[in-house]
Each structure stands twice: as structure tokens, then as C-alpha cells.
């Protein structure tokens, strides 16, 4: 059984949350992407094993016997957890049972190593630093990780001729893609059900800023003004009013990270899910890939489209993840760097590719692209597939995965 962990504040307190949408409650379980070959079963487990300490990890037995988990055995490990302002979940499998234990104690402590550095609305993280430091010329020390993360940026950054742009965090706080206290949903969770109300974040009471408000800070928007320097480890802005929002690509670095620990403990199969960031590692114990099924948009119990995957991440960006209504429009957290507006043209993207940071940036560009350049896009890169769902529910995907994608629910290929 997957045990819920539960960080203490994490039922009722929202603030700050800075990673997307809190998600994955009993009626959203994994949104943004359902791994259909898991019986993840965190709705039905989570009530009655109430909270426990986190990173608490059970075991199975894998394969058909019922045989109890001993030290000679294949043997699975899962657990649940809180991290990066999102829900992780992880399940491997290993030699032993004690092997599969420590992997995934090993692969949550990496999630948490890792949002410990890029979460800017903890005061102690790199990024909050290099923000506080914007324009002043002090140079940041900072981690291989960001500067990988930063580097990866900034390819997608140029590839996508602007799309991507991780200095979009002045304009995500005005638009107040930010949860607070007053916008957080009101189904608040209980203890008994601590993952009630832990959906798609349907923000209350916004409305759009005024294009003045927008014009003003879309000036601050500007990749060009993160210097790094890569060999030192230092990174800075160059202007007052910067902030970097890693957002768009650090649960996709994260959990390809988290999977690479994960492996370095002797794992062969696993499923990492990171607030609909996946990692799918090896294939499924029977020797199949694991089989992932894209979110229906506007459904999240459903799906419109499976594809099969192996060693490969999965990230999906998609507007219905974190967002508001106003006057019948609908406007999401991905913001066009260009118009600082939301992006529209795309109900959701998936990206999946073995780079794990590479597909959460690019499934955020992509996005904010829409179906004709995304598209362009991401056939331009080795090694990189991806599927978009448009307005109409019509699918589209890369030329890779061709053949390859089932549609499901009310999935059809678009024209
Ligand atoms: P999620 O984090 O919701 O899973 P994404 O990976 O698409 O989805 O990232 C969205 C986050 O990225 C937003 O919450 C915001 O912090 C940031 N963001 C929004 N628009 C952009 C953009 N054009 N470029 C880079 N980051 C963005
Ligand atoms: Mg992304």
C-alpha cells in the first residue's frame, strides 16, 4: 500500500507554493498525466493510513507470489511525499526489499536536496538569493544543478526564439499565479483525507492586471540578463526588478535527477511522478514499457491518448493545471513572454524525452508556441517527441510517435 506523507503545515497552509498547482487528490489522482500500468491507489490508501513521517516507505513482494518480502527477492518499494509545492510518488524495484527501501528514501531526499535550491519563495534557496541580488552586481554561487538547469534554459530559451523564459516571474506575480491563502480552493483537506482539494488549482477572485501593469514589467522579462558563468559557478541579474521562476523546468530536472539516484541504487524499474512530471525507468516488472496515459483537459479522471515509454520523462504542460476565469475567458499560469499574456492556442503538451529538465522547458514552450511552431519545435530536436491536445480535443504528435499513440476517451487525431 502507498503511504501518504505528509509534511506538517501541508493540509492547510498554501502560501508560497511556487511549483504549480498543488495536485493529485482522491478525485485528480496524478493529474497531468495517469500512469495507467500503476495502481498508484493513493485515493483509496491515503484515509486510512492517516499521516505518517515523511518518506515513509512500504514494501511489496514484486511478481505473482504472495510469498512475504524477505532479502532475496525482488521486491518493490513506494512512498509518498511533498516536495517542490507539489506531490511526489514514487515506486521501484530492486533486488531486495532493503535495496528498494534506501533507493527510495535516497530518490525523495534528492527531490528535496534539489527544491532546496530552486524554490523562490523560500528565502534560503539560490534562486531567492540571486533574485534579492538582481542588479547589484554581487555574483550568486550556485550549484551544477542550477547552473544545468540554467543552461538547459537557455537553449530552450533561444530554440524557442523567446517562448521559454524563466525571468517571466515579475508577470507571474502580477497576474497572481501565486497561491495565497485567499486564493487557495476552499475544499480544504482534513487529516482523514489529506489530499482532498489537492487538484488543479482553480484560483478565486483574479481578474487580468491592466495592460499598463503588464507593459511595465514585460520590459524586465529578458533571459539575455541571467549571466552565468559556468566555469565559476556564479550567476547574477543584470537589472533591478529580475526574478528568475525555475518553474517551467525544475520538477522535470528533479525527477530525472531522482531516477538517476534511483538506478545509482540498483533499481531497475520504477515510476517517478512529480506533480505530473514522470519518470518512467526501465520497463514494468512483466518486461512491458510502462504505458502512460495523457490527461483528458477537462476531465481529469479521463484520458484522451496512451503511449508506451521507457527510460524516458514526461512533462506536461496544460492550462488547466493552475488558473482563473474571468468574464467567460479562461487564463492560465503559461505566459506568452512576447505579450505577457497567457498562451491559449493548446489545451496541454506532453514532451517525453530521456532529459528530463529539456522536457519540462520545452513542454512550456511548446505550450505557449501552440500547435504549429511547438510542433516545428520539438521536431527539430533529436530524441524528443510530444503530444498536443487542441481546443477541439484533436491530437496531435510529433512524427516519432506515429503509429505509436492510442487515443483514448474523447481523443481523435486531429486533421
Ligand atoms: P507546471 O509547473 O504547472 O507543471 P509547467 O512546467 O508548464 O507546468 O511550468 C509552468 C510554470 O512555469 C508557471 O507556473 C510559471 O512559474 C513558469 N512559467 C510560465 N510561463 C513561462 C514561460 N513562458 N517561460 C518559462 N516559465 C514560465
Ligand atoms: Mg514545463
Known amino acids: 500500500m502507498v503511504i501518504a506523507t505528509v509534511r506538517p503545515g501541508f493540509v492547510t497552509s498554501s502560501a508560497g507554493i511556487s511549483f504549480g498547482p498543488r495536485r493529485g487528490g482522491p478525485g485528480a489522482a496524478l493529474t497531468g498525466l495517469l500512469l495507467l500500468a500503476v495502481a498508484l491507489g493513493v485515493a483509496g490508501c491515503q484515509g486510512r493510513e492517516g499521516q505518517h513521517a515523511a518518506g515513509a516507505v512500504t514494501t511489496n513482494q514484486a511478481g505473482p507470489s504472495a510469498v512475504p518480502a524477505d532479502q532475496t527477492q525482488a521486491a518493490e518499494a513506494q512512498a509518498v511525499s511533498f516536495t517542490m509545492g507539489t506531490y511526489a510518488q514514487i515506486r521501484a524495484t530492486a533486488a531486495t526489499r532493503t535495496q528498494a527501501e534506501k533507493a527510495v528514501q535516497a530518490a525523495l531526499a534528492e527531490l528535496d536536496r534539489l527544491a532546496a535550491q530552486v524554490d523562490r519563495f523560500r528565502d534560503d534557496t539560490q534562486v531567492a538569493e540571486i533574485n534579492r541580488h538582481a542588479g547589484d552586481g554581487t555574483w550568486i554561487r550556485v550549484s551544477p544543478d542550477l547552473v544545468s538547469m540554467l543552461l538547459t534554459a537557455r537553449r530552450v530559451h533561444e530554440a524557442s526564439h523567446g517562448a521559454f ?47 499598463d501593469a503588464i507593459a511595465k514589467l514585460l520590459s524586465l522579462v529578458s533571459f539575455s540578463d541571467v549571466e552565468i558563468d559556468e566555469a565559476g559557478r556564479k550567476v547574477r541579474l543584470r537589472r533591478p526588478g529580475q526574478a528568475l521562476d525555475l518553474g517551467g523546468i525544475a520538477k522535470g530536472y528533479a525527477v530525472a535527477k531522482a531516477a538517476e539516484v534511483l538506478r545509482r541504487h540498483g533499481v531497475t524499474s520504477a515510476l517517478l511522478d512529480l506533480g505530473g512530471n514522470i519518470y518512467a525507468l526501465g520497463k514494468k516488472n512483466s518486461g512491458e514499457p510502462w504505458r502512460a496515459g495523457v490527461q483528458d483537459p477537462r476531465d481529469p479522471s479521463s484520458v484522451i491518448a496512451i503511449v508506451p515509454v521507457a527510460d524516458e520523462a514526461l512533462a506536461t504542460s496544460g492550462d488547466y493545471e493552475r488558473y482563473f476565469e474571468y468574464d467567460g475567458t479562461r487564463y ?21 524525452t530521456p532529459d528530463g529538465g529539456l522536457g519540462d522547458a520545452l513542454s512550456t514552450a511548446a505550450f505557449v508556441l501552440g500547435p504549429v511552431k511547438g510542433l516545428e519545435l520539438l521536431e527539430s530536436l533529436p530524441g524528443v517527441e510530444g503530444i498536443f491536445v487542441l481546443p477541439d480535443f484533436s491530437v496531435k504528435v510529433t512524427s516519432g510517435l506515429k503509429g505509436k499513440v492510442e487515443l483514448a476517451g474523447r481523443g481523435r487525431w486531429a486533421p
Request: glycine share 8%.
Open 165 to 211: 523564459d524563466p525571468t517571466i516571474a515579475p508577470l507571474v506575480d502580477l497576474w497572481g499565479f501565486v497561491e495565497t491563502e485567499e486564493t487557495a480552493p476552499t475544499e480544504a483537506s482534513t487529516p482523514e483525507s489529506p489530499l482532498e482539494g489537492m487538484g488543479p488549482t482553480h484560483l478565486r477572485g483574479h481578474r487580468p492586471p491592466s495592460q
Open 332 to 352: 492560465s499560469h503559461l505566459l506568452d513572454p512576447h505579450t505577457g499574456w497567457p498562451a491559449g492556442q493548446v489545451l496541454s503538451v506532453t514532451v517525453i
